[in-house]
């Protein structure tokens, strides 16, 4: 089986090293990139890239600048790295795409398992689940309503699906949380609303099948 390849782009030799050995002792293939406008070529001459993993503050293109651009052709997972642990700066990261953040300094160990559990939760093989009039297909990582596809981020396809796998159930935003966002994710509700938000709005008319539940958190129901 093919080793999964993983991006790393930060402008600091030494953490790109740390991040490295780490990620080769887990059997992952790692190429490496010292800037944004470099991330960016790498990228769209790898084509088999399976994760990023991407520093913030860069020279000439920051993290932000890098995400965006790629989530313009890819839904490829993204781990943004950062020293800021504001909540402007994390939302900001969820606009564009980021599906994770870990700020710095961090155990090399947690690194390593937020990517697998990304990874794993990507490439989970399950049978197309359909509610209402939306069809999601776990394999191909796709979202159709009748019949016409919606584009979808990464976080935001995990969300739906969690949602549709909880069908009828009243979910309280922590409970989202630590499955969605994994059980060591520090953020809080309006990360939650601020996808919860989009998602509606791309599932048009559909969108209502998420029902806020005020101050516990939401359901999904088609009824």
Same mark, same amino acid.
């Given at each position: 089986? =093919?080793?999964?390849?993983?991006?790393?782009?930060?402008?600091?030799?030494?953490?790109?090293?740390?991040?490295?050995?780490?990620?080769?002792?887990?059997?992952? !293939?790692?190429? #490496?990139?010292?800037?944004?406008? !470099?991330?960016?070529?790498?990228?769209?001459?790898?084509?088999?890239?399976?994760?990023?993993?991407?520093?913030?503050? &860069?020279?000439?293109?920051?993290?932000? #600048?890098?995400?965006?651009?790629?989530?313009?052709?890819?839904?490829?997972?993204?781990?943004?790295?950062?020293?800021?642990?504001?909540?402007?700066?994390?939302?900001?990261?969820?606009?564009?795409?980021?599906?994770?953040?870990?700020?710095?300094?961090?155990?090399? *160990?947690?690194?390593?398992?937020?990517?697998?559990?990304?990874?794993?939760?990507? %490439?989970?093989? #399950?049978? *197309?689940?359909?509610?209402?009039?939306?069809?999601?297909?776990?394999?191909? +990582?796709?979202?159709?309503?009748?019949?016409?596809?919606?584009?979808?981020?990464?976080?935001?396809?995990?969300?739906? %699906?969690?949602?549709? &796998?909880?069908?009828?159930?009243?979910?309280?935003?922590?409970?989202?949380?630590?499955?969605?966002?994994?059980? =060591?994710?520090?953020? =809080?509700?309006?990360?939650? =609303?601020? +996808?919860?938000?989009?998602?509606?709005?791309?599932?048009?008319?559909?969108?209502?099948?998420?029902? %806020?539940?005020?101050? &516990?958190?939401?359901?999904?129901?088609?009824?």
């Amino acid at each position: 089986m =093919d080793k999964i390849k993983i991006l790393v782009v930060d402008d600091e030799a030494r953490m790109r090293k740390l991040v490295r050995d780490f990620l080769e002792k887990h059997d992952y !293939e790692v190429i #490496e990139a010292q800037n944004g406008e !470099e991330a960016v070529d790498m990228f769209f001459e790898n084509k088999d890239i399976g994760l990023i993993i991407l520093d913030v503050m &860069m020279p000439k293109m920051n993290g932000f #600048e890098v995400c965006k651009e790629i989530r313009m052709y890819s839904q490829v997972p993204i781990i943004m790295l950062t020293a800021k642990a504001d909540e402007k700066s994390e939302l900001s990261g969820f606009q564009y795409g980021v599906d994770e953040y870990i700020s710095k300094p961090f155990s090399p *160990k947690i690194l390593v398992a937020r990517v697998e559990a990304i990874l794993r939760r990507s %490439t989970v093989l #399950e049978e *197309k689940i359909e509610a209402g009039d939306i069809v999601l297909d776990k394999t191909g +990582h796709k979202v159709t309503i009748n019949g016409k596809a919606i584009e979808l981020s990464y976080k935001e396809f995990e969300l739906l %699906t969690f949602f549709v &796998m909880n069908k009828g159930v009243a979910l309280s935003r922590e409970k989202i949380l630590n499955n969605v966002w994994n059980y =060591d994710y520090f953020g =809080d509700a309006r990360t939650i =609303d601020t +996808h919860v938000k989009k998602l509606r709005s791309k599932l048009g008319e559909h969108g209502e099948y998420i029902k %806020t539940i005020w101050g &516990m958190g939401y359901k999904f129901d088609v009824n």
